[in-house]
């Protein structure tokens, strides 16, 4: 009869252990996902920041309780005038406090672009040596779809002490990009579209094309367009390897300014791969520099 009840309680523990492992999707960090269950399960946790990169228009009509609203653009340094460089270290301290993170906060962010801005906020936290960060799988629009509980109500978040250290190992500067070009160690992922990558769209730059050896996986290719939520380990991992972008290779993500770049740095961590770089100055920098080389 003992024997009996042992294997009853096992079946369970099994079939949630299953569970969990399909939720994870085969990703090598599934730690830096979060679905809808787990965060409705954990909203009332004291060391949960939650932060929304939606409009202020669109967090201020509702948001997920307990959410505080984060300014994309607030990540980027406004000072050296190009969007997805980040912002100086000083400056860092004094917003990420301001949201309320310290080096204890779990940061999960969300926003409803497939986790564009979602992936920029995670990205620059690492860039300033903060690892305990989610992105929430689908975003808002999961959440709305499920029906989840929303709020107006804009939470009073006490100031933290947020030190920030940077990371040179997840940046990559036009030096280092040109100084690796060609090494079979590095593999350089355009997150841009293919036109943009042909240099048939020009966007507002000089110069159009590519960097040299650098291979093309655009970012809205590595989300259901359906859903938002990222594909599963499976189909994202051939997605990657098809082109080039294998395991034991440095992956050094860009696009036009560091925001799809971002999120292609992070489906690259999600993935396992253990060096990852965002070249932040991206194609603004690289195409409108006569004296960097390029591919069409």
Same mark, same amino acid.
């Given at each position: 009869?003992?024997?009996?009840? =042992?294997?009853?309680?096992?079946?369970?523990?099994?079939?949630?252990?299953?569970?969990?492992?399909?939720?994870?999707?085969?990703? $090598?960090?599934?730690?830096?996902?979060?679905?809808?269950?787990?965060?409705? $399960?954990?909203?009332?946790?004291? /060391?949960?920041?939650?932060?929304?990169?939606?409009?202020?228009? #669109?967090?201020?009509?509702?948001?997920?309780?307990?959410?505080?609203?984060?300014?994309?653009?607030?990540?980027?340094?406004?000072?050296?005038?190009?969007?997805?460089?980040?912002?100086?270290?000083?400056?860092?301290?004094?917003?990420?406090?301001?949201?309320?993170?310290?080096?204890?906060?779990?940061?999960?962010?969300?926003?409803?672009?497939?986790?564009?801005?979602?992936?920029?906020?995670?990205?620059?936290?690492?860039?300033? %040596?903060?690892?305990?960060?989610?992105?929430?799988?689908? %975003?808002? /629009?999961?959440?709305? =779809?499920?029906?989840?509980?929303?709020?107006? !109500?804009?939470?009073?978040?006490?100031?933290?002490?947020?030190?920030?250290? !940077?990371?040179?190992?997840?940046?990559?500067?036009?030096?280092?990009?040109?100084?690796?070009?060609?090494?079979?160690?590095?593999?350089?992922?355009?997150?841009?579209?293919?036109?943009?990558?042909? %240099?048939?769209?020009?966007?507002?730059?000089?110069?159009?094309?590519?960097?040299?050896?650098?291979?093309?996986?655009?970012?809205?290719?590595?989300? /259901?367009?359906?859903?938002?939520?990222?594909?599963? $380990?499976?189909?994202?991992?051939?997605?990657?390897?098809?082109?080039?972008?294998?395991?034991?290779?440095?992956?050094?993500?860009?696009?036009?300014? %560091?925001?799809?770049?971002?999120?292609?740095?992070?489906?690259?961590?999600?993935?396992?791969?253990?060096?990852?770089?965002?070249?932040?100055?991206?194609?603004?920098?690289?195409?409108? /520099?006569?004296?960097?080389?390029? #591919?069409?």
């Amino acid at each position: 009869m003992k024997q009996v009840s =042992r294997v009853l309680v096992f079946i369970p523990i099994v079939c949630l252990a299953l569970v969990g492992a399909l939720w994870a999707g085969g990703y $090598a960090n599934p730690q830096l996902l979060i679905e809808t269950q787990e965060l409705a $399960a954990r909203l009332n946790d004291p /060391d949960l920041r939650i932060v929304d990169l939606r409009s202020e228009e #669109e967090y201020q009509q509702g948001h997920i309780p307990g959410a505080v609203h984060g300014n994309p653009r607030s990540l980027d340094d406004l000072e050296a005038n190009k969007q997805g460089l980040p912002l100086p270290a000083e400056n860092a301290g004094a917003i990420f406090g301001g949201l309320g993170i310290d080096e204890r906060t779990r940061v999960v962010a969300y926003d409803n672009m497939g986790g564009l801005f979602a992936a920029r906020l995670f990205y620059v936290l690492e860039f300033f %040596g903060h690892k305990n960060v989610q992105i929430l799988n689908g %975003g808002m /629009d999961k959440w709305i =779809r499920e029906g989840r509980p929303q709020t107006t !109500e804009v939470p009073k978040v006490p100031m933290k002490s947020f030190v920030a250290k !940077e990371n040179p190992d997840v940046i990559a500067t036009a030096e280092w990009v040109k100084a690796n070009l060609g090494s079979p160690k590095v593999c350089l992922v355009d997150a841009r579209s293919p036109k943009e990558y042909s %240099g048939e769209d020009l966007q507002s730059n000089k110069r159009g094309g590519h960097i040299p050896g650098a291979v093309n996986i655009d970012w809205v290719e590595t989300i /259901d367009p359906t859903t938002k939520v990222f594909k599963l $380990a499976e189909d994202l991992r051939k997605l990657f390897e098809a082109s080039g972008a294998t395991k034991g290779r440095e992956i050094v993500t860009y696009c036009q300014s %560091g925001y799809r770049a971002a999120h292609s740095y992070f489906v690259a961590r999600l993935l396992g791969y253990e060096k990852v770089r965002n070249y932040d100055g991206s194609w603004q920098e690289w195409g409108n /520099d006569p004296a960097l080389p390029l #591919e069409r």
